[in-house]
């Protein structure tokens, strides 16, 4: 591939060695199971958990006269997944086979595509920070078979084999060596990974191998030539991701400050480490010998066909923030978080529905996320309802609870479940709006404590000393702006 280099050096993102600034560059090639029930090429399941070598049709076992036969679902989601990366469809593309040796690979070749991808070029937007969005290309992304798993830990003195995943669909999604950072990086991997989920095509899973990346990985001086690479391959954690990144850059900068040359090398990483290991170099890489499988004809289709499923995509990431911004006056960097996910973005807009939309957005992240966060849950599993959250913030907006008695019930509502309304009604949350009953804890607070009222004249920042007592008082259900009202007054202070 020719590299054009599409960013301006950032200082921001360079690395101090010994002699001077240097610059991470990065491209990644992201191999995404397809979400389909069937394999790219035969009937068999694709459900994970399965017994070993129990989803395995004489296809994927490459029995001698078994034909491929392409699972179109599989084909759909390729092209929704190019839609969604604003790429390019190509109409025609053809399916070439890899050939290695490996006992995973029954074939002896994995069916891929090669010269001509289903997809060309795309391009993904990361939002680094609320003034900082870059643009990463996408070189391509193909459709091509997974290949089966070695098990070494079965036996003492054999491997085992297991088939399942044998002939499952993977995208493989191609960067451009346009990322300049780890964080860039870890941004990239979330935000395809958002993408895929939103558009039901992968389901991102990466503790699962349903969404592993290969990282490539050079160093160079600011805006200067290409480094060589090394790749790091089948990374499956986004953090994982950065930690290797991390390393190798700064393995490559020691070896090049010491006058020394980077190999171009294939690794892998350690996680208990968190060091980069050599696993072969490229004189040791494979000679693939592509050619066109024969036994498949090339993959043709009209535009009325991916025209028809441009029309079914979902509403995306993107598409989406800008319109939570516009809609709903949300800033960019809170629209942000609510988007990453679905099922967030639809439950908060449940939950702005007719309501003040950033009180909303406040509670869904500040509260909500949190919460979720803690208890190890997510938004699907949320021990609080979009309807029960929403009724909190509306005796909020009503005056009949104040924030902290908010947070509170809100805590009750996610332990006890039940109508936020009733909880306040029966255990007695609400808030004193009665100025004389106010009025009464203000002055018995002010008469046993004269000193102080003293003071604060003088110093009127300790006037919350007063409010704390006021509000512990009422038991946290004074209206607070009535409070410090009243004690302005009665304090004489401005
Ligand atoms: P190959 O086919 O040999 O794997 P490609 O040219 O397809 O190589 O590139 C593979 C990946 O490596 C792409 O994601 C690309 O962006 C990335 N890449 C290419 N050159 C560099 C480089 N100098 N530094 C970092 N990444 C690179
Ligand atoms: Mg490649």
Not at 120 to 140: A, C, H, N, P, T
Not at 347 to 357: H, N, Q, S
Request: glycine share 8%.
């Amino acid at each position: 591939m020719t590299i054009v280099d599409t960013r301006t050096p950032d200082p921001k993102k360079f690395i101090k060695g010994d002699t001077g600034d240097w610059e991470i560059v990065i491209g990644m090639e992201v191999h995404a199971q397809v979400t389909s029930k069937s394999k790219l090429f035969s009937g068999a399941s694709t459900e994970f958990g399965h017994e070993p070598n129990s989803n395995v049709s004489l296809v994927d076992a490459a029995m001698p006269g078994m034909l491929p036969v392409i699972n179109e679902e599989c084909v759909r989601q390729a092209i929704r997944t190019g839609l969604g990366l604003k790429a390019a469809i190509n109409n025609k593309s053809v399916f070439d086979r890899k050939n290695y040796f490996y006992p995973d690979l029954p074939q002896g070749y994995q069916i891929s595509q090669f010269k001509q991808p289903i997809v060309g070029e795309g391009k993904i937007l990361l939002d680094m920070s609320e003034d900082e969005q870059v643009e990463i290309g996408v070189e391509r992304l193909h459709l091509e078979q997974d290949a089966g798993k070695s098990l070494h830990d079965q036996h003492p003195s054999m491997s085992f084999v297991d088939l399942n995943r044998s002939g499952v669909a993977l995208m493989e999604i191609v960067s451009k060596p346009d990322l300049r950072s780890s964080d860039e990086a870890k941004a990239y991997l979330t935000k395809l990974r958002t993408i895929l989920r939103y558009l039901g095509t992968c389901d991102g899973n990466m503790e699962q191998g349903s969404m592993r990346a290969d990282v490539n990985v050079s160093v160079r001086k600011p805006g200067g030539e290409f480094g060589t690479r090394c790749e790091i391959k089948n990374v499956n954690s986004i953090r994982f991701a950065g930690q290797a990144i991390e390393y190798e850059a700064r393995r490559q900068i020691g070896i090049l400050e010491d006058g020394g040359s980077i190999d171009q090398e294939t690794c892998l990483f350690d996680p208990g480490k968190g060091e980069t290991r050599s696993m072969r170099s490229k004189e040791e890489a494979h000679d693939y010998r592509y050619f066109p499988d024969p036994d498949l004809l090339s993959l043709e289709f009209d535009d009325a066909y991916v025209d028809a499923l441009r029309v079914g995509l979902p509403e995306l990431p993107d598409e989406k923030k800008s319109r939570f911004i516009a809609d709903y006056g949300l800033s960019a960097y809170d629209s942000d978080i609510i988007v990453q996910e679905k099922a967030s973005a639809d439950f908060f807009e449940e939950v702005a529905k007719g309501r003040d939309a950033k009180l909303a957005a406040n509670w869904v992240i500040n509260e909500l996320f949190a919460y979720l966060h803690k208890a190890g849950l997510d938004v699907a599993t949320s021990p609080i309802s979009a309807e029960q959250l929403g009724g909190i913030i509306d005796l909020i907006k009503a005056g009949d609870i104040s924030g902290k008695i908010a947070k509170d019930l809100f805590e009750i509502v996610c332990a006890e479940g039940d109508d936020p309304k009733k909880i306040v009604e029966e255990r007695g949350m609400k808030q004193v709006t009665d100025l004389g009953a106010i009025e009464a804890m203000v002055d018995e607070i002010i008469s046993a404590n004269p000193d102080k009222a003293e003071q604060v004249k003088e110093k009127p920042g300790l006037l919350g000393w007063f409010v704390g007592q006021v509000m512990k008082a009422s038991k946290g259900k004074a209206n607070p702006q009535a409070v410090n009202e009243l004690l302005h007054k009665k304090i004489g202070i401005e």
